[in-house]
């Protein structure tokens, strides 16, 4: 694995091609080239492209609109690195072989709104009742999501009630997909025992007893 000066003379050579006038080392920056009037060029060296390498180049920005990580090997997940570097506005360099390669040029990036999944995301916080998931604990529980509610208060009403029709369940559970969440079942907690109507099943009374404190009332 190349040393991190050794990979200055590709850069430098990259650059000069381009007619830049390059210099190393100036006022903490590894590589700065400056090609007349125009905005100066930065250049962060490492092996290897890394957190620290980032954290480098988004300082630079403070003094180049156009600054480049240049790294000694090709980055295992270059696909998610080539969407960091863009997201931050930074370029990217591979020098292989004694020669630099641009793999990225910086430009300014604004994501495009995915409105689709921001209208999911707005709507499910919408439905939720109260906030019954601990931040950053979908790993080790099962999520208490909006559906699970109204599937629960669906469980609620059948398991004091007996058998009911889809458009009571709907009514008096305060549940909008109550038809969807009886016939699709997903949790097993549902039967049907006649057309459009619905009754708990054991599975669907261990599911209350399992989220009784989330159950809405």
Same mark, same amino acid.
């Given at each position: ?146 559906? +699970?509610? =109204?599937?629960?208060?669906? @469980?609620?009403?059948? #398991? *004091? ?6 458009? /009571?369940?709907? &009514? ?19 039967? +049907?025992? =006649?057309?459009?109507?619905? @009754?708990?099943?054991? #599975? *669907? ?6 989220? /009784?404190?989330? &159950?809405?009332?």
């Amino acid at each position: 694995m190349p040393l991190e000066s050794d990979l200055y003379a590709p850069v430098k050579a990259l650059l000069e091609g381009q007619g830049y006038v390059v210099k190393g080392e100036i006022r903490g920056c590894d590589v700065v080239a400056v090609r007349g009037d125009e905005p100066p060029v930065i250049v962060e060296l490492k092996r290897v492209f890394g957190l620290g390498l980032v954290l480098q180049g988004v300082d630079r920005l403070s003094l180049a609109d156009r600054v480049y990580l240049a790294v000694g090997q090709w980055p295992k997940q270059l696909r998610s690195v080539r969407k960091l570097c863009r997201r931050l506005g930074l370029g990217l360099l591979v020098v292989s072989d004694s020669r630099a390669e641009v793999v990225l040029d910086p430009t300014p990036y604004k994501p495009r709104l995915d409105k689709r999944k921001a209208g999911r995301m707005l709507g499910e916080h919408s439905r939720r009742l109260g906030d019954p998931n601990l931040g950053g604990s979908a790993m080790r529980a099962p999520l208490m999501t909006a559906y +699970r509610q =109204e599937a629960l208060r669906c @469980a609620k009403l059948l #398991a *004091g009630s007996g058998p009911m029709k889809v458009a /009571a369940v709907r &009514t008096a559970a305060d549940a909008p997909r109550a038809a969807n969440i009886l016939r699709d079942d997903f949790y097993g907690w549902f039967e +049907r025992v =006649e057309r459009g109507v619905y @009754a708990i099943t054991p #599975a *669907g009374r261990r599911g209350l007893e399992a989220y /009784a404190t989330s &159950t809405a009332s």
